[in-house]
């Protein structure tokens, strides 16, 4: 009874000791989030006149139409090639594992403008890769790899692949090899085990893979500036500018709130499916 | 219809399964008759494992033969054996229904799910699991999965079933229940069974013959009473039940049996020394029950005296320790009903044996 009678108090106790986390958060995360939500509708004068322009210019549709197209061509190839190395990772020794994962880990270490410039000089006209086709007479012309859309995946896909691999890659430990075994012991054969049980499986790890990749790929704003030349803009581009260049604060916050929503609209989608705390890692 | 196993032979020729420099499987043979019951009974590392992976074909041998009949199957990938398989731990889908895990075998062989209906009710009637076809694996206790597990293995009628530490995971009374049901389900089938266990109870309550391994090798394979009652080592006298074991000094042989001296003391044992030492010593292993406890001198052919020093009362039984002069501490384990006898520490007692009570085996 005793017990039972000290926990309440105990509780209490411990929610104290989260207090200088909660201040922080929402002094830091919070209250700058908030005035964002303010400033959309408190700029230039109160009204919500700034979420009118969202029904009449089809400026803003455009580019979230290319910001949606290209975070969801990043979302399908970042996932399906971290599929394979996650697979890979999971079937080989443990010695090349830590060496896989040591690999992955350390992208995440890269400065995002680093990545970017080192693609600007490999696939640029004059870059690394268009010499060595020239040179090998694959082509008689450079391609155009920069300042279009293709160079923006490659760089998206670059930094989508790791956040991809990483989920997909701990769901695959969780399944361990008795599954497959007991399915070929039963008569199926590689390929029907992969369709029947070890997709399946692994598939809540390709929707949370699929989750992060799509939320992280709807912020980038560096890559699509650098691999695109200007001529992909993305919506987290679009608001810096409203910001910094146009400075049309108010334009730009309601900008940045159809953002937050269109995430939150992914992550109460995915939260049906799957456990988002278990994504999280929570 | 129900899902009928076939019955088929198994004979496993010269295996070796070399990892590294250790060998998991030296030079095995074995052969399993048709609609037999088998069990690999051993003690972690002693190969059976490696064994029953070898004959589903999840390991590759270094070397040797695995025939069905008079196949040789030991190149075929594991879907084309069509061995059955129940997993120790299960290995049900997570993520389909039992009926959904008992269709799997026919479904990857292109079966419908209404096609295979039929045999699906008829192999989970069989385990008595159809009632709860719609459940998921998550949502069984441990008897009812291994149930289904049995259920996918049998109902594509595989050449014959394997079964890998199939009771381990349950508890002690499940266990017991369930030996009772694999037994009855093997004799109804008819199919030829391989299981592996290092449960010696289960062993030795289920299957028609048990094949006793030992770092890789086979020590010896006979049916569970010719085991415990005839084992050709100490290994297997000790791992399959308990035993005493008394060495002595070959003293003459007598017909039908011999003398051994111990100390001062001279034991008859029925048999030929064949398991003799070059030094003429033979080692005897005495089964605790198969020793008589009694207060006054007995009227056995083999009879010593002690006192005793330790008793535990079993219910069924009491195990009692006894001190003798001549051959050291011995286990008697005596029935419950026999009482009359005083368990106190230090009360002297005698304990008494016939020649064909003990078995002469090997050292090693």
């Known amino acids: 009874m005793r017990l039972v009678a000290a926990l309440p108090a105990n509780r209490r106790a411990y929610l104290g000791l989260t207090a200088p986390a909660v201040?922080?958060?929402?002094?830091?995360f919070l209250a700058p989030l908030a005035q964002v939500l303010w400033l959309s509708i408190s700029e230039p004068r109160l009204g919500l006149e700034n979420y009118a322009e969202l029904a009449h210019n089809p400026l803003i549709w455009r580019i979230w139409w290319t910001t949606l197209e290209v975070c969801l061509v990043t979302t399908f190839v970042s996932v399906s090639l971290g599929y394979v190395v996650a697979a890979a990772m999971a079937q080989v020794e443990e010695r090349h594992r830590t060496i896989m994962i040591f690999c992955i880990v350390l992208t995440f270490s890269l400065s995002i403008l680093v990545r970017g410039f080192a693609f600007v000089v490999l696939l640029r006209s004059e870059g690394v890769l268009n010499g060595m086709l020239l040179a090998l007479g694959l082509v008689h012309r450079p391609?155009?790899?920069l300042r279009n859309e293709l160079g923006v995946l490659v760089g998206m896909v670059h930094y989508g692949l790791p956040v991809a691999i990483l989920p997909?890659?701990?769901?695959m430990r969780g399944i361990g090899d008795q599954y497959v075994?007991?399915?070929?012991?039963?008569?199926?054969?590689?390929?029907?085990?992969?369709?029947l049980v070890y997709f399946p499986l692994t598939l809540p790890g390709v929707i949370s893979a699929s989750a992060l990749v799509f939320i992280y790929s709807l912020g980038f704003f560096i890559i699509p500036a650098l691999l695109g030349g200007g001529h992909v803009v993305m919506i987290a581009e679009y608001i810096r500018v409203?910001?910094?260049?146009?400075?049309?604060?108010?334009?730009?916050?309601?900008?940045?709130?159809?953002?937050?929503?269109?995430?939150?609209?992914?992550?109460?989608?995915?939260?049906r499916v799957i456990d988002l705390r278990k994504m999280f890692g929570g | 219809m129900p899902a009928v196993?076939?019955?088929?032979c198994l004979r496993v020729r010269r295996l070796t399964k070399v990892y590294g420099d250790q060998a998991a499987l030296d030079d095995v043979s074995l052969e399993v008759g048709r609609g037999r019951f088998i069990t690999l009974l051993g003690p972690s590392g002693s190969g059976k494992t490696t064994l029953l992976m070898v004959v589903a074909g999840f390991v590759t041998p270094t070397s040797g033969q695995i025939f069905l009949d008079e196949r040789d199957v030991t190149s075929d990938p594991p879907e084309q054996r069509k061995f059955g398989m129940v997993f120790q731990g299960y290995a049900l889908f997570p993520n389909m229904t039992v009926e959904e895990n008992v269709w799997f075998p026919l479904r990857v062989r292109g079966l419908t799910r209404r096609d295979a209906r039929n045999a699906v009710r008829a192999t989970l009637d069989l385990v008595r699991m159809w009632h709860l076809a719609d459940r998921l694996p998550g949502q069984l206790s441990g008897g009812q999965q291994q149930r289904v597990a049995l259920a996918r293995a049998l109902v594509f009628e595989p050449h014959l079933l394997l079964l890998d530490e199939p009771l381990s995971a349950l508890d002690r009374r499940l266990r017991a229940d369930l030996q009772w049901e694999l037994r009855s389900l093997h004799r109804r089938l008819g199919a030829t069974f391989v299981s592996v266990t290092h449960d010696q109870e289960e062993a030795l309550s289920m299957s028609d013959e048990i094949a006793i391994l030992r770092a890789g090798r086979i020590e010896q394979?006979?049916?569970?009473?010719?085991?415990?009652?005839?084992?050709?080592?100490?290994?297997?006298?000790?791992?399959?039940?308990?035993s005493n074991f008394v060495r002595g000094q070959l003293?003459?042989?007598?017909?039908?049996?011999f003398h051994l001296r111990v100390g001062d003391l001279s034991i008859v044992q029925a048999g030929s020394p064949h398991t003799a030492a070059r030094d003429g010593s033979v080692l005897l292993a005495l089964r605790p029950e198969k020793l008589r406890l009694s207060r006054s001198q007995p009227g056995t052919v083999n009879v010593v005296s002690g006192e005793i020093e330790d008793a535990k009362f079993q219910g069924t039984s009491h195990h009692v320790q006894v001190r003798t002069r001549d051959i050291g501490t011995l286990a008697v384990t005596t029935p419950a009903w026999q009482s009359g006898i005083d368990f106190e520490p230090g009360r002297p007692v005698w304990i008494g044996w016939e020649p064909d009570a003990g078995v002469a085996v090997t050292e090693s």
């Not at chain 1, 075994?181 to 369709?195: C, E, H, I, P, V």
């Open chain 2, 251 to 257: 003293a003459g042989i007598e017909g039908e049996s």
């Open chain 2, 221 to 242: 394979v006979g049916s569970p009473h010719d085991l415990y009652a005839r084992p050709r080592s100490r290994f297997v006298a000790s791992f399959l039940g308990d």
């Open chain 1, 143 to 145: 391609l155009y790899l």
């Open chain 1, 242 to 271: 409203g910001f910094e260049e146009t400075l049309r604060w108010g334009y730009a916050s309601m900008l940045a709130t159809t953002l937050l929503a269109a995430v939150a609209v992914v992550l109460v989608a995915m939260s």
């Open chain 2, 5 to 8: 196993a076939q019955s088929h």
């Open chain 1, 168 to 171: 997909i890659y701990s769901s």
């Open chain 1, 181 to 195: 075994r007991a399915a070929r012991s039963l008569g199926a054969s590689a390929s029907q085990t992969f369709r």
């Open chain 1, 23 to 28: 201040l922080l958060m929402a002094a830091l």
